[in-house]
């Protein structure tokens, strides 16, 4: 266990003033443990070893269980006193109490003490907590039996289970990550844990990995650059290894729990660089063999902006407006949770699995263009490519905005998330209202075609033109990925890329008057790629995320 932890095992006879006294003599957060409880180490290592700025609580997916969660974190706790309108998991009698939250904490215990409740003290205390609105994180426990029980001999055949284990396997399988996709699950998982037990073993670090893969996909592009059949082969090949590595990094970091917002940026603008890397690779591959494709590919890069974009603001929207949900207080001792239910039925395993698929993420799209690539050559992979992404995006937009206009009210989120991202200098509040997560895929889709028009018209199409666009796509994703940790980049370095108005204004006009495009390129290039990364490291080197 993390030694900076306090810890305080919960009885029945323990009272829910003891657990305020020994959370206000503690110096640091509390861990609170069942007395029936049993839990393997792993499972205890979420609490205790992963860093945590917020309370959180051990729990288990269990249909019609006696805890709620949602967007992550505790909505609704049941006790001897307190029910859940809709449970979706079970609490394992595990709890950190995080002194981050000092003031609110010992502010709902203290309410809870007035009312003399009956109930295990540590179900009281998560009842006061998410009464009272104060975040306390889910972490989930699963691939290692566990158990809450009064009866001792089940106690007994569950530490009996766990003392069979062998842990290391379950720390790796823990490492995976959740809600992935198909392809990812059931082949490319397969290959990365054993490169993640081989990381684990030479001690790497998830960005050292990350920047493995960088280069592997990175020489991916190369080779589809070459254009020939057995350099697209192994260009096809390489991409694959290339998202085999990427899944490592993630993999590793839960594995040792080292995270910083460095790893989430690095890991996530080098996923859209080598993605975007290949589309110049094989339009300059194609190239040599007398085909011009720079159009498509410069398309299919657009398509796939607007897609990234809005998945991410989708998501980032839908837990911000839950977030605000969480603001009003309930009373202790209401009868009612105050939760109104919204949850669907579980989907099939078969629905759910097309479901994934549908979404053409990462692992189903890389592989759609490493088949198609060496199948048909880059021709093909420009003609299928868009192809599946139209199906993918009517059939999940369609139930993005089905739901949007459902459940959304017509107003803006209060966050600047959406402003933070929009690169329009003096814009301030977002142009949409309940439609505000397509905000910034909106505008990169304009600022995006709209230079690919004016590159069209005066022939200018070539590898300039789409370093153009593809370090100003970049610069967006970069604006996204701050925003997404709370950040804005800095106003001199907006202010050097001009924001989309100066950067339209500038490129139209070096277009229409035959302006060399190679200086423009090294420019936004350098400038995008080099001086914005630079900056974001440099600040960030030291970050960890708490």
């Given at each position: ?36 409880s ?32 949602r ?5 609704s ?34 309410n ?5 409740a009956?109930g ?30 009064s ?15 062998n842990?290391?396997?379950?720390r ?18 397969k ?36 254009g ?74 657009l ?77 093909f ?29 017509k107003?803006?989120i ?132 708490g």
């Amino acid at each position: 266990m993390n030694q900076s932890l306090s810890s305080l095992v919960v009885t029945p006879a323990t009272k829910i003033e003891e657990v305020l006294q020994s959370f206000v003599n503690s110096s640091s957060d509390l861990l609170l443990i069942d007395e029936n409880s049993v839990i393997a180490d792993p499972h205890m290592e979420l609490l205790t070893d992963y860093p945590r700025s917020a309370s959180a609580a051990l729990v288990a997916v269990e249909k019609n269980g006696d805890t709620l969660v949602r967007q992550n974190r505790i909505a609704s706790a049941t006790s001897a006193t307190h029910k859940v309108t809709i449970g979706n998991r079970k609490f394992l009698g595990v709890i950190r109490l995080s002194k981050n939250q000092s003031v609110e904490i010992i502010a709902a215990l203290e309410n809870a003490v007035q009312h003399k409740a009956k109930g295990n003290a540590i179900d009281l205390t998560l009842v006061a907590l998410t009464r009272a609105m104060i975040k306390v994180d889910a972490a989930e426990a699963w691939a290692a039996p566990f158990t809450r029980t009064s009866e001792a001999a089940i106690r007994q055949e569950t530490k009996d289970s766990i003392a069979n284990l062998n842990m290391g396997r379950v720390r790796l399988r823990m490492a995976n990550r959740a809600n992935d996709g198909f392809f990812s699950v059931f082949f490319l998982r397969k290959f990365s844990k054993l490169l993640t037990w081989l990381a684990v073993r030479v001690n790497a670090t998830p960005n050292q990995v990350t920047l493995i893969s960088f280069a592997i996909g990175l020489y991916s592009a190369y080779s589809f650059a070459q254009g020939s059949f057995w350099w697209i082969f192994l260009g096809a090949a390489l991409l694959q290894l290339s998202i085999i590595v990427d899944c490592v990094d993630g993999e590793l970091a839960r594995y040792t729990r080292k995270f910083s917002k460095l790893g989430a940026w690095l890991d996530a603008v080098t996923d859209r660089v080598k993605e975007y890397m290949v589309f110049l690779g094989l339009a300059i591959g194609a190239e040599k063999n007398g085909k011009d494709l720079w159009i498509p590919a410069i398309a299919m890069m657009l398509i796939q902006t607007f897609r990234h974009l809005s998945d991410y603001n989708y998501a980032r929207v839908v837990r911000i407006r839950a977030e605000d949900k969480f603001l009003v207080p309930v009373d202790y001792m209401a009868d009612f949770d105050g939760i109104v239910p919204t949850e669907r039925e579980p989907k099939g395993r078969l629905r759910y699995w097309l479901g994934k698929i549908i979404q053409f993420p990462i692992g189903e799209r890389w592989l759609a263009i490493s088949a198609s690539a060496v199948i048909g050559g880059a021709a093909f992979t420009f003609t299928i490519m868009p192809i599946l992404a139209f199906i993918s995006v009517v059939v999940v937009y369609r139930g993005r905005v089905v739901r949007t206009i459902s459940n959304i009210p017509k107003e803006s989120i209060k966050s600047s998330f959406i402003t933070d991202q929009s690169d329009l200098f003096g814009v301030k509040r977002s142009i949409f209202k309940r439609f505000d997560w397509i905000e910034p895929s909106l505008l990169r889709l304009i600022e995006g075609v709209f230079l690919l028009w004016v590159f069209a018209s005066v022939d200018e199409i070539n590898t300039a033109t789409f370093m153009i666009i593809f370090a100003i796509v970049f610069n967006h994703y970069d604006n996204l990925y701050r925003a997404l940790q709370g950040e804005k980049k800095p106003g001199w370095l907006s202010g050097l890329g001009l924001f989309v108005g100066g950067r339209i204004l500038l490129l139209g006009v070096a277009a229409l008057q035959g302006w060399d495009m190679n200086y423009l390129a090294w420019y936004f290039s350098a400038l995008f790629l080099v001086v914005s990364s630079v900056q974001w490291v440099l600040s960030h080197r030291a970050n960890k995320i708490g």
